[in-house]
């Protein structure tokens, strides 16, 4: 019998007796079906990292009883089992998460002890006394002269113990506050275990245990922040909304100045029709009344704004081409592309040029910089996203459209225009 699959089932039937004793809010079938479903996305993830391995014959696709579970497609599996659940009784899906997730914890951590057996689940080698030998054939490449290696399961193992614990003791009288945590911590445990973890695992260049917990992080984050009392909220809120917005700008205007590395006269030029006039137009427009705000939240106000916006930006490009600096164009071409298409959808529809803003300079940032690091603004745009829909200026549609547009926009550049 294989001692991996043995401990993976010894855990889930642990952990559904548990639940059980707690609340009769699931039935045995739908157990099962929350089971299969985990089993069925943590395969997937797991044949995603490993399609060459496919194509070679060294994994098959059903061979689950020796490992090839990647977590995170287990717990998209058991969401999406939940929200089907939540679909059939009509409950909400954050009374049965939960429910759910505070025992997750503890059926993970009792199934890592498996990844012992399976000689699997280490990180960097370690001349620590707990570290354990891996056999030759077990050490992945570049790591055979190694013997001994820092137990990763065994470390993420008392973590999700700890997490458990935690969340056991949580009241739960806040609908999303368990699950809110249970995402804060995992996501935590997660990150900090991939510091020592040497089997980083790809799917199309990213990787995707950094990035799920990244997004997991967020969405908790996001949960427990919508728990807090409204005047905290809308503190919040403003913050991520206008100092953080703010700050990107000025970011973004400094990666400029600095990275372009342009002669004084065009370089203030190209600040001036990027930044300072669509600032300065915005407040003069305020002041003579033709916007009946700063944040110019009516729909009907905006065409005639957005328009003197984009002949700025406009100019910026014409310098840019006449400058012959590629990645200025790509950069200007961008920006004009986004905002032209924003301005058509705000004939007809209130869209979130706040992330717009946002985006682009994010956009700036990474593209100038070049760093990985840089990468992690992104995270910003989640949280100004819900700042938007909370201060009652936008709607989810309006900031997802806002963040969209100048991805599509980015993307259609760096694809279709070579240099």
């Keep these: 019998m294989n001692i991996y699959g043995l401990i993976i089932g010894i855990a889930i039937v642990f952990g559904i007796e548990l639940l059980r004793k707690k609340t009769n809010l699931f039935s045995y079938l739908e ?23 496919i194509q070679e014959g060294t994994v098959r696709i059903l061979n689950i009883w020796n490992g090839g ?19 059939r009784k009509n409950a909400p899906l954050i009374k049965l998460s939960d429910t759910l997730l505070v025992f997750l914890p503890l059926i993970q951590a009792i199934g890592r002890i498996g990844n012992y057996f399976n000689n699997e689940l280490y990180g960097k080698p370690s001349q620590l006394p707990w570290a354990i030998e891996i056999p030759l054939e077990k050490r992945l490449t570049g790591y055979e002269s190694y013997e001994t290696f820092h137990p990763v399961f065994l470390y993420e193992s008392l973590l999700l113990l700890l997490l458990f614990f935690a969340l056991l003791k949580t009241s739960s009288q806040q609908k999303g506050l368990l699950t809110g945590i ?8 997660r990150l900090l275990m991939n510091t020592i973890r040497i089997d980083r695992e790809y799917i199309m ?14 969405i908790g984050t996001l949960l427990i922040l919508n728990l807090l009392d409204m005047k905290y909220k809308k503190a919040i809120a403003n913050f991520f909304s206008k100092i953080v917005m703010i700050g990107l700008i000025i970011f973004a205007a400094i990666t400029f100045g600095i990275h372009t590395q342009l002669p004084p006269l065009p370089l203030l030029v190209l600040i001036t029709f990027t930044f300072l006039v669509p600032i300065s137009v915005i407040m003069l427009f305020n002041v003579l009344g033709i916007t009946s705000d700063i944040n110019v939240t009516k729909r009907e106000e905006r065409p005639r704004l957005f328009l ?8 910026s490009l014409i310098t840019s081409i006449y400058l012959g600096n590629s990645t200025l164009i790509i950069i200007y071409l961008i920006v004009n592309l986004t905002f032209i298409f924003g301005l058509l959808i705000t004939l007809f529809w209130k869209i979130s040029y706040h992330m717009i803003w946002s985006t682009l300079s994010i956009f700036i940032v990474i593209y100038l910089l070049n760093n990985e690091y840089t990468y992690l603004l992104l995270a910003l745009l989640p949280f100004m996203a819900w700042s938007r829909v909370e201060l009652k200026r936008h709607t989810y549609p309006q900031v997802i459209l806002g963040t969209l547009l100048p991805l599509l926009c980015i993307f259609l550049v760096l694809t279709f225009l070579k240099f």
Excluded: K
């Design 31 to 53: 157990y099962l079906f929350i089971g299969l479903l985990a089993l069925l996305g943590a395969r997937i993830v797991f044949l995603l990292h490993n399609i060459e391995g």
């Design 308 to 315: 003197t916006i984009l002949a700025s930006l406009l100019i």
């Design 69 to 87: 579970l990647a977590f995170y497609g287990a717990l998209l599996g058991i969401l999406l089992a939940l929200w089907i659940i939540s679909l």
């Design 182 to 189: 249970y995402f804060i911590g995992y996501a935590m445990i």
């Design 205 to 218: 260049g990213i990787e995707t245990s950094d990035f799920f917990s990244g997004i997991f992080f967020i």
